[in-house]
C-alpha cells in the first residue's frame, strides 16, 4: 500500500514559477515509478513527466524545457518545478505512483492539487 500527499498548488502570475512535492509513504521500496498528471475543466487527464526506476524522465512534448521531475529517495519525495507557466497550466494536479507487489502492479494517486496561473 502506498499514500501519496501532495502540496505546493497556489495561484501564480503568468511567467512565474510554482514547485510541486508529492510526499509517499507505505510500501516505499516497492515504488517502480512515479508521475506527474493534470487535468483542466473540461479536458481528459493527461501526463505532464513521469520518472520510471532505470530510466530518463520523460515529458509531454510541449512542457520540455519548463517541467521538471524530480525525486528526492530519502525524503520519500517527488518534485515538479514548474516555470514559465501561462494560462493554460490552469489545472487541477495529481501524483501517480506505480507499485510492484511480486508479478502485480499496483497503481496510486494523491488528492490533487490546484495550479492557477492568471494575472
Known amino acids: 500500500q502506498v499514500q501519496l500527499v501532495e502540496s505546493g498548488g497556489g495561484l501564480v502570475q503568468p511567467g512565474g514559477s510554482l514547485r510541486l512535492s508529492c510526499a509517499a509513504s507505505?510500501?516505499?521500496?516497492?515504488?517502480?515509478?512515479m508521475a506527474w498528471y493534470r487535468q483542466a475543466p473540461g479536458k481528459e487527464r493527461e501526463l505532464v513527466a513521469e520518472?520510471?526506476?532505470?530510466?530518463?524522465?520523460n515529458y509531454a512534448d510541449s512542457l520540455k524545457g519548463r517541467f521538471t521531475i524530480s525525486r528526492d529517495n530519502a525524503k520519500n519525495t517527488v518534485y515538479l518545478q514548474m516555470n514559465s507557466l501561462k494560462p493554460e497550466d490552469t489545472a487541477v494536479y495529481y501524483c501517480?505512483?506505480?507499485?510492484?507487489?511480486?508479478?502485480?502492479?499496483?497503481?496510486?494517486w494523491g488528492q490533487g492539487t490546484q495550479v492557477t496561473v492568471s494575472s
Open positions: 501517480h505512483a506505480v507499485e510492484r507487489r511480486g508479478i502485480d502492479l499496483y497503481n496510486y
Open positions: 507505505g510500501s516505499i521500496f516497492s515504488i517502480k515509478g
Open positions: 520518472l520510471i526506476s532505470g530510466n530518463s524522465p
